[in-house]
């Protein structure tokens, strides 16, 4: 297929722009980016108090996709370290065609450790601040990421940032609630004392 399904992207994208639960718009992104691309393996990576975070991992083996919700400090051992310095630094997408081709990022351990062929490595950017990062690959076959491919993953990762954000602060939300009603429930408890010799309970 030369590239993403135009009615798969639409209703992907009507999914993660009404979906607030962030464990169900992670899972519904990574399904439909590594799907859809073409990818063996995809990440995506979010930024925490300045700290990069693999939130999940999909898999491909034969004809399913396995999404993983891991939370981890993103290394070396995850993805290629170069490429996302690069892309957090620049917010500009890393593209590799074939990644066994002399290019900036060649020195990379994890491209070599991995024979990754295929490279797509995109930022996802709500307005000027950087979320996260998409990274998608591919270790069998080259120019796995085309163009018209390309063009549809950056609309679906555009909605993403937006959404990733959105449900980040309804995550917080509902925290703040469940702390505000625990203290609510603590206070209406109340303290009382019994004053042994005069037998009064204040």
Known sequence: MEGLDLATVIKASQTISGEILIDKLVETLMVTAVQNAGAGRGLLTVLRNGEARVEAEATTQLDTITVRLLGVPAGPSDLPDMVLRYVLRTQEA????????QNPFSADTYIVKNHVRSLLCLPLVKQTTLVGVLYLENNVASHVFTPSRIE?????????????????LYSDLRES?????????????????????SGEIS
């Open 152 to 168: 549809l993953l950056r609309l679906l990762a555009s909605q993403a940032a937006i959404s990733l954000e959105n449900a980040r």
């Open 177 to 197: 609630q469940a702390y505000l009603a625990e203290a609510q429930r603590l206070s209406q408890t109340g303290s009382w004392a019994w004053h042994p010799g």
């Open 94 to 101: 890393v593209i590799l065609d074939d990644a066994t081709v």
